[in-house]
């Protein structure tokens, strides 16, 4: 395949001023819920002046809460193995780092930690792991899909699994949809090839253009749902936004839709991978937050994840521009959750429970969510997208997430969650549709009466 990234177009992209009153249409179309094209995320990411700056986070504000609520979605990393073929100079798995204490999970760890993530409340994890495995890869990765379904906590499940693994073939690609995953994630990193063949030195991750087609093959193969990211630091966060948005546009052409969901993780520090410590474009705070408004413009219906890796207080401000989904209770270490285990991946930045990242968001007025309702009724993929392109998914978010929520606060929430929680229930349900307020208020009840996963 050919590098589809039009690098000399990013490049004179990027040389744009900005104009006020461009900028300004530019908030329209995008609050009329629209995508945008790369010229005009350009044109959004060139503002620095403040009040355009402040007219960007007040319409990325409008367009979530257009698209999904108030709604804020759960989930947890579960990785498996740090075992690694690569040498991605920023990482702490990089497979000339002598300093890592390798291991590959058993599939009665793997258990083990799924069974910890459910005793906190988590219904949603993320797996991953590094690019080699203790036997044939791909049968290691579906038993541990497997294993982790069949864990329990009372009736508590982990009802829906996304995959963040290595690219694939097509056929293994099937494979992986006949598991019944989720989302297949996987991040480029940085799409800027020079940069990238500097980074990456040695092992399968060396090659760009392989990992550039690793969605083209994932859709080839049947998954209508998948993830990608940017790891920002890497090179100019200009270049990468613009290129991710090329990407975009490669994907909705050859397959009619882009990535449910994308990742907007920062480079943090890394055991033994020192490029990580000094990030050779490193992204502050005010440029972080411009991002995350931008993309939420640009790229309306799609999900926005941050993890872990920033501080509670840059997750709390991310809230309110763009971000759908976050990671809570971290581990970033096989083991790390039923046991100490090996060094983490990168440094975390909020260290906090499941039960006090709730309460925080609790207290900013957002509904936490595990709701994994549209894959279990196939809206996904280019269904997904018809309810989210107008906005409507949000009709079935709310419902779900109260059930979810309810589920949460009965099992698991400490008495200073609940007591948090029950508040915002209260205000969340006046927002639910009288036409179905009767049906919402039904399966509540049930809940509270002991039933598990219901969903509309």
């Known amino acids: 395949m050919d590098n589809f990234i039009p690098d000399s ?28 094209t790369m010229e005009e995320t350009a044109e959004l990411l060139a503002v620095t002046d403040p009040e355009l700056l402040q007219a960007i986070f007040e319409a990325a504000k409008s367009v979530k809460e257009d698209i999904y609520g108030s709604r804020l979605v759960l989930f947890a990393p579960l990785y498996i193995s740090n075992l690694c073929k690569n040498d991605c100079t920023y990482c702490a798995f990089r497979v000339s780092n002598k300093g890592v204490k390798r291991r590959a999970l058993s599939m009665d760890e793997i258990r083990a930690e799924a069974e910890f993530l459910l005793k906190t409340g988590q219904k949603r994890a993320l ?63 940085t799409y800027h090839e020079p940069t990238y063949h500097e980074l990456h030195t040695f092992g399968p991750k060396a090659d760009y253009l392989y990992r550039l087609s690793a969605i083209d093959r994932a859709f080839q193969g049947g998954l209508d749902d998948v993830g990608v990211g940017i790891l920002f630091g890497l090179y100019d966060y200009r ?64 999900g926005l994840i941050l993890s872990t890796r ?54 900013h007025g957002y509904l936490p969510s595990f709701c994994t309702s549209c ?56 927002d639910v549709p009288e036409a179905i307020r009767i049906a919402v208020n039904a399966n509540l009840a049930k809940i509270r009466d002991g039933q598990r996963d219901l969903f509309m």
């Open 127 to 189: 797996l991953i792991s590094g690019e080699a495995y203790p036997r044939d890869g791909l049968d290691y990765v579906l038993d541990a899909i497997a294993t982790v379904y069949s864990a329990r906590d009372g009736k508590n499940t982990i009802r829906r699994l996304n995959v963040n693994i290595a690219p694939l073939e097509v056929e293994d690609f099937a494979r992986l949809k006949e598991a019944e995953i989720g989302t297949y994630q996987i991040f480029q990193e």
């Open 9 to 36: 177009r990013i490049h004179e992209l990027m040389e744009r001023k900005p104009d006020p009153s461009r900028v300004r249409e530019i908030l329209q179309k995008s609050r009329r819920l629209e995508r945008l």
């Open 375 to 430: 894959y279990r009724l196939g809206r996904t993929g280019l269904d997904f997208m018809e309810y989210a392109k107008p906005g409507a998914i949000k009709e079935k978010c709310l419902p779900n997430a109260l059930f979810t929520f309810e589920e949460y606060l009965i099992d698991y929430a400490s008495e200073e969650t609940k007591e948090i929680g029950r508040a915002l229930m209260e205000r969340k349900l006046a």
């Open 310 to 363: 920033e501080t509670p207080e840059i997750r709390a401000a991310s809230f309110d521009l763009g971000v759908s989904q976050i990671s809570a209770g971290s581990r970033t270490n096989p083991g790390g959750y039923s046991e100490d285990g090996s060094c983490e991946q990168f440094s975390l930045g909020d260290h906090r429970s499941l039960d006090e990242v709730v309460r925080d968001i609790c207290a």
């Open 239 to 302: 270049y990468e936004v613009l290129a991710l948005m090329a990407h975009i546009e490669h994907l909705e052409k050859y397959f009619g839709m882009g990535p449910h969901t994308i990742s907007v993780p920062r480079l943090e520090p890394a055991e033994g991978a020192p490029v990580a410590a000094r990030p050779p474009y490193p992204v502050s705070d005010e440029d972080f937050k411009k991002i995350i408004a931008v993309l939420r413009l640009a790229v309306p219906y799609t």
